[in-house]
């Protein structure tokens, strides 16, 4: 079946400008985490969905960061107002619900570059 | 504060070489810890999963183990190859259960390069 994928795959905008970064999940997955991912840094957790419940959005960064997902399936990222430091590959995950053995199914990640 | 250090931070070796990779972590209540294998321009792949009673788990030429007592693990490839090339990242995750956060805590991982 049809995994993660995320749209654009690249992205390069001006500094100042908004960004919009989608994610479809795998179909069934009821759980969806964002993550960014800096050149040498580990994973850094943005947001989390899990079915009809609030996100849990302990992990965006600053109020330039929101991030909705629609139906219980796509999720879309959008950074406003971007800076030189949001450049970053952003990584989506989506697990079936229940249990912490859950695996997590990465998307291939959108690399934005901020000039 | 839970963490995950890898080591080494980079590693480079030839074609049919074994090597071994690190992960110390301190990730309390401990539930589970998960070798992944990033590609460059891909998302991370699960290679194992291991639980507190487990030791050790093989996937193909890939063997973790687990030391729970000292919160170490280590992932072992055995004749290396060109496609091994990656970045290998240890995640580890929390019982839910017993009160841990359900967010996994990520290493920065350790870069493999296999030369022909």
């Known amino acids: 079946g049809a995994g993660v994928s995320q749209s654009p795959s690249n992205k390069v905008t001006e500094k100042g400008k908004d960004v919009e970064l989608r994610c479809d999940p795998i179909s069934g997955h009821t759980a969806l985490y964002w993550y960014r991912q800096s050149l040498g840094q580990g994973l850094e957790f943005l947001i989390y969905f899990q079915g009809n419940s609030a996100p849990d959005k302990s992990g965006l960064p600053s109020d330039r960061f929101s991030a909705e997902r629609t139906g219980g399936s796509v999720s879309t990222l959008t950074i406003q107002r971007t800076q030189q430091e949001d450049s970053a590959v952003y990584l989506c995950?989506?697990?079936?619900?229940?249990?912490?053995?859950?695996?997590?199914?990465f998307g291939p990640g959108t690399r934005l570059t901020v000039t | 504060k839970n963490q995950v250090e890898q080591s080494p931070q980079s590693l480079i070796i030839l074609e049919g070489k074994n090597c071994t990779l690190q992960?110390?972590?301190?990730?309390?209540?401990?539930?589970?810890l998960r070798w992944y294998k990033q590609d460059t321009g891909r998302g991370p792949v699960s290679l194992t999963i291991?639980?507190?009673?487990?030791n050790t788990k093989s996937n193909g030429r890939y063997t973790a183990t687990l030391d729970a007592d000292t919160k170490q693990s280590s992932l072992h490839i055995t004749a290396s190859q060109l496609s091994d090339s990656a970045s290998y990242i240890c995640?580890?995750?929390?019982?839910?259960?017993?009160?841990?956060?359900?967010?996994?805590?990520f290493g920065r991982g350790t870069s493999l390069i296999v030369h022909p």
């Open positions: 995950a989506s697990s079936r619900r229940g249990g912490e053995a859950r695996e997590q199914y």
């Open positions: 291991m639980t507190f009673s487990e």
């Open positions: 995640v580890v995750s929390a019982s839910e259960a017993s009160g841990g956060s359900y967010i996994p805590t």
């Open positions: 992960c110390n972590y301190t990730v309390s209540p401990f539930s589970n």
